[in-house]
Structure formats: C-alpha cells, structure tokens
C-alpha cells in the first residue's frame, strides 16, 4: 500500500514542488486547502485556524504543515489571535485523534524568542506548542528552514530574483549571514523527515552547511543569472523600514515586506551539517544550481550563439550545435561573467576582446577554442562570393583597426 501524506499549504512555493516530487516517488498526497495548480490530487476544504474533516487523514502516514497566514502575522504580531499558534496547535491534535504517526512542522532558521520579526518569534512559539503536546515525542518533527532558492521565481526567491537585475541595490545586513538551500534539497529534506525520520532528532535544520553573507548572496544570483557584478550599497534599517512602506506605493518597484527586512537584520546560522547527514541530504554548491535557472540558461544559449557565429562568420542554424556548446562551457569557471551585451547582438565585436595570443588560462580563449570545435563538426560552408584578393585586404585593415582594442582590452575578457 502506498504511503500518504498530507500537505497544507500545497499550492505554495515549497508546497507545490513538495507534492510534485512526492508524487515521483509513488507516493499519494491529499492537499489540505487548495491543490497546486496543473495537478489532480485531492484537494480537501479547509482553512488555516478550523478544524480538518477526519476523513482528510484516512491512511495518512503524516501530516506537512507549510501553510502560513502573513497577514495574520501583520495584524496579530505574536499575540494569542495569531492564526498561526491554534491554527498548527488544532491540526496537530486532530490528526493525532485521527491516528496519523507523524506531524512536520515547516520552521525557520530565524525561529528564536528573540527574533526581531514576528515571523521567527511566530515560528518558536509554535514549535513549542507543538512539543508541549501530549504523547508528541516521536511524533511531531519541526524543520527549520533557510534561506530557498531554485524553482520558480515566487515568494522571497522570486523578490530576490527581481531585485537582482538591478546593477546597485540599497541592502541592510550585508555582514549578516544565511544559509543557501535549493528548493529541491529541502522538499528531499522534507519526504525524509515525513517518511523515514532519523532517530532522535526532532528538529532538524534544512539549511546549507556553510553560511554565507548577504551582501554575498545577491551578487551571487545576478552572477549565476546575468553574469552581471552588482553594486551593493549598505543603508541603515531605519531608513530600508521606511523604503518597504514607500514600496508599496510606488508603481513598478518590488514590494518588500517590513517582516523579511527584520527577518534579515536578525539573521543567524545554525548548524545544519549533522542533520544534512542524518538525512542522507548532500547539498549542492548555490552558486553551480543557479546555472539551472531560466535566465540562465537563456543567457548561456545567446551566448553560445554569439561565439559560433563569430568563429564560422555566419549566423548558425543548428540548433543542435549551440546546445552542445552551451553544455561545454556549463563547465567553464568563468562562465559567471556574461559576455559584453552588444557582442551579443554584433559578435564580430568580440574582435576587440580577443587577447593577441591566445592561451587557455584567458576565458575568452577557452570559450572561443571551445566553439571552434563545435564548428568543426558542422557540415561545410560554401566559399564566400568576394574575390580573394579583396577579402585579404579587407580582413587586413580590420585587424589593423582591432589591434590596438585587443592590446587594451583583452584583458578585461581574461
């Protein structure tokens, strides 16, 4: 018989990638709440704070709680009418009258009493609400979650994502440090503790092993997505509150919530190393799976296009050939900085950057010998109609004109 999960807060940013990897496995899920959408799985009314219909954990082998009521959050802070505290409380104790052995708890790294976002105070308290229940030693597990990215651009990732196509970005907490885990690492995280929880670990932290700082962390995406550097400039807290609520107002700017920005000034690590481990959880570098993302990959396609086009001096049609090409170069480690935006758009521009002797230790050499070799295995191009004589004259006085750039500039591709 198949294990059964059930699952609130499924249409969500983790929920949705949840069910859709639970289902991978063969495992059945019922959504508490409204169904992800593109899915047939089912769906069960409810709301966070009423009581779930029994009939929701019929063979359930556990129960996920990801839902989370914000607005309750801005209108209650952590007082007694916070959604949240009775809303997790009640569903705790109904599916345990219901005979479900397991409750997951989704949480935050940023779970503390002293946490400077009702978020992470909200989270703390619920916590232990639920291990206050009785008989909830083995039972309730609470996973603390940390930083997310990966999948799709919804919820912080998503606001992260959008703020890093800017090229300067105001930021508090540039010093601070967080801890990077992909979408799909925590949802394994999370099956892991729903299915087969290690022993004797009741919270665990879903988190990257090592922190790194925020300033770090945006330059980090737009590198990964845009192969841009990005200009960070640290303003005071006070200053980024007021910016949140001015966000709101104005047209064509990212909203920012006041509860992230306290989120992030009152950020801390927390080890997560051991409970990675307990999971059988090996995390990949941030930096190598946002290659993975759309822009990034639509990046890496214009520019493989762009350096085949400069070295067969024609536009190529394979479409085959620009993805072995844009396979190879996922390898190179300068494949973070993009290309100049208008050699895009005029390869031959990338003349000016090439470095006179090309060496392999050069990124652009790499990228261009690498292209050459694709060019190779293309079928052969007929001969250009211009006389000889008059494509070595022309071809001349371009190199003539290029060589001061590429005396000056090849370094820059370096």
């Known amino acids: 018989m198949p294990q059964r999960l059930v699952v609130t807060g499924a249409s969500g940013y983790i929920g949705a990638r949840l069910v859709e990897r639970a289902l991978r496995r063969g495992v059945e899920v ?19 704070g009423e009581a779930p219909r029994l009939t929701a954990f019929v063979g359930a082998t556990c129960v996920v709680h990801l839902a989370h009521d914000w607005a309750s959050d801005r209108r209650n802070g952590t007082g007694p009418s916070n959604v949240n505290l009775a809303g997790a409380e009640l569903l705790a104790r109904t599916a345990r009258e219901a005979g479900v052995p397991r409750v997951v708890f989704a949480s935050t790294n940023s779970a503390r009493p002293e946490a400077l976002n009702a978020y992470g105070q909200i989270k703390f308290a619920t916590e232990e609400r639920l291990r206050a229940l009785p008989r909830s030693e083995g039972r309730i597990f609470c996973a603390r979650i940390g930083l997310v990215y990966g999948g799709p651009e919804r919820a912080q990732y998503g606001l992260m994502s959008r703020l890093a196509m800017l090229p300067m970005l105001p930021m508090i907490g540039l010093d601070r440090e967080v801890q990077p885990i992909h979408l799909d690492e925590v949802c394994d995280g ?16 879903l988190a990257g092993p090592t922190p790194v700082t925020f300033g770090n962390w945006p330059r980090t995406l737009r590198r990964a997505r845009h192969g841009r550097r990005l200009l960070l400039i ?6 980024a509150l007021k910016a949140c609520d001015w966000s709101k107002a104005l047209p064509l700017v990212p909203t920012v919530d006041r509860e992230r920005v306290l989120g992030l000034a009152g950020a801390a690590p927390m080890p997560s190393a051991a409970d990675l481990a307990a999971l ?13 993302s759309r822009p990034a990959r639509r990046r890496l396609l214009a520019e493989s296009a762009a350096l085949l086009r400069y070295v067969t001096g024609t536009r190529v049609r394979s479409s085959g050939a620009v993805i072995r090409l844009a396979r190879a170069l996922r390898g190179d480690p300068a494949l973070t900085r993009a290309l100049p935006w208008l050699a895009l758009r005029r390869p031959a521009l990338l003349r000016l950057l090439e470095p006179v002797r090309p060496a392999m230790h050069h990124a652009l050499s790499r990228r261009l010998h690498l292209a050459a070799m694709v060019a190779e295995t293309l079928p052969a191009q007929p001969p250009p109609r211009a006389p000889w004589w008059l494509t070595i004259v022309v071809q001349g006085a371009l190199e003539a004109v290029a060589l001061p750039f590429r005396l000056l500039l090849g370094s820059l591709a370096a």
Do not use: K
Not at 30 to 48: C, H
Not at 190 to 205: E, H, I, M, S, Y
Not at 234 to 239: K, L, N, R
């Open 30 to 48: 019922v959504a508490l709440g409204s169904r992800p959408v593109g899915t047939n799985v089912t769906a069960v009314p409810w709301r966070l």
């Open 190 to 205: 999370l099956l892991a503790l729903a299915l087969d929880p290690p022993a004797g670990r009741p919270t665990v932290v």
């Open 234 to 239: 640290q303003v005071p807290i006070a200053f």
């Open 280 to 292: 059988h959880l090996s995390l990949r570098d941030p930096a190598r799976a946002l290659m993975d």
